[in-house]
């Protein structure tokens, strides 16, 4: 079992910075990929970025690309994502999840652990 355990969330005007971090116990994060996904009210949770086990390879949303980056630490087992030029459609909660496999995919059904979700919000 891995439990993750998101923190960083928080309000931020548009144009702005926030760093989620998530912190993995239980097993050491390097077994698995990492994905950031967000959730706003009313939809559906939504892939937001993706990083392979050894930090190799990554994948981001279009809505996202240019402005966040995702990184891990496997010696610290923790997992970064830094948002920049955050927009109020950004708006969400963001969840981190692990994934026990070598292949990166968006979709949430293929995760197997996952935190309890951090909120950003990005006022206009």
């Known amino acids: 079992q891995v439990q993750l355990v998101e923190s960083g969330g928080g309000l931020v005007q548009a144009g702005g910075s926030l760093r989620l971090s998530c912190a993995a116990s239980?097993?050491?994060?390097?077994?698995?990929?990492m994905g950031w996904f967000r959730q706003a009210p009313g939809k559906e949770r939504d892939f937001v970025a993706g990083?392979?086990?050894?930090?190799?390879?990554?994948k981001y949303a279009d809505s996202v690309k240019g402005r966040f980056t995702i990184s891990r630490d496997n010696a610290r087992n923790t997992g970064t994502l830094q948002m920049n030029s955050l927009k109020p459609e950004d708006t969400a909660v963001y969840y981190c999840?692990?994934?026990?496999?070598?292949?990166?995919?968006?979709?949430?059904?293929?995760?197997?652990?996952w935190g309890q979700g951090t909120q950003v919000t990005v006022s206009s």
């Open positions: 999840a692990a994934r026990v496999s070598t292949t990166l995919v968006v979709s949430p059904v293929a995760y197997d652990y």
């Open positions: 239980g097993r050491t994060l390097s077994n698995y990929n």
């Open positions: 990083i392979s086990w050894g930090g190799g390879f990554t």
